[in-house]
T-cell receptor, first 112, second 107 residues
Framework: DADVTQTPRNRITKTGKRIMLECSQT?????MYWYRQDPGLGLRLIYY???????NKGEISDGYSVSRQAQAKFSLSLESAIPNQTALYFC???????????FGPGTRLTVL | KNEVEQSPQNLTAQEGEFITINCSYS?????LHWLQQHPGGGIVSLFM???GKKKHGRLIATINIQEKHSSLHITASHPRDSAVYIC?????????FGKGTRLHILP
């Protein structure tokens, strides 16, 4: 079984809809991250969390919100989706004090 | 502001060739990462370096801290090595990703 899972894997939605992307991990890591990837651009950080009570904005947080429901779960919400949020979204985890991040399989989101 | 630049952006080579992908960054880091993104989109961590050189199978990663430069080498390349290779620079709790190098190995 995968250590970092994301649901859904693919989603097509319409402008203005509220969307939630979910991430779960069984690695026991304290740190979790949400990134988006656009063609021709590197991965960009949306939000990150060092533990359940510690949520931080990344470089492109506008239009997104997050919830760390438990150490193992980190959800990303688009309150009112817009077409330029069409992208591939990755969740990642890392244990504090180490440097390696472990990525989920990605969620391909299309906003029409 | 730390920036990560990779070269080349795209690389096509014949099976068996020795491959080199380069990565430069602009400020001091604590770790340099090399990641592989498969055609299906999944991302796998290949190496994390803070100094010197690491080897795993046919993959070799090197870093020169003074020159702020890292290279990823693939020996005896194979079509299954076709992927996007991403360099990422980490410091404190930050990490910045390069745009990736798309590698295509022809049989």
């Amino acid at each position: 079984d995968a250590d970092v899972t994301q649901t859904p894997r693919n989603r097509i939605t319409k402008t203005g809809k509220r969307i939630m992307l979910e991430c779960s991990q069984t690695k026991g890591h304290d740190r979790m991250y949400w990134y988006r990837q656009d063609p021709g651009l590197g991965l960009r950080l949306i939000y990150y969390s060092f533990d359940v009570k510690d949520i931080n904005k990344g470089e492109i947080s506008d239009g997104y919100s997050v919830s760390r429901q438990a150490q193992a779960k980190f959800s990303l919400s688009l309150e009112s989706a817009i077409p330029n949020q069409t992208a591939l979204y990755f969740c990642a985890t890392r244990q504090g004090g180490t440097d390696t991040q472990y990525f989920g399989p990605g969620t391909r989101l299309t906003v029409l | 502001k730390n920036e990560v630049e990779q070269s080349p952006q795209n690389l096509t080579a014949q099976e068996g060739e020795f491959i080199t992908i380069n990565c430069s960054y602009s400020v001091g880091i604590s770790a340099l990462h090399w990641l592989q993104q498969h055609p299906g989109g999944g991302i796998v961590s290949l190496f994390m370096l803070s100094s010197g050189k690491k080897k795993h199978g046919r993959l070799i990663a090197t870093i020169n801290i003074q020159e702020k430069h890292s290279s990823l080498h693939i020996t005896a390349s194979h079509p299954r090595d076709s992927a996007v290779y991403i360099c990422a620079a980490g410091w404190d709790d930050k990490i910045i990703f390069g745009k990736g190098t798309r590698l295509h190995i022809l049989p």
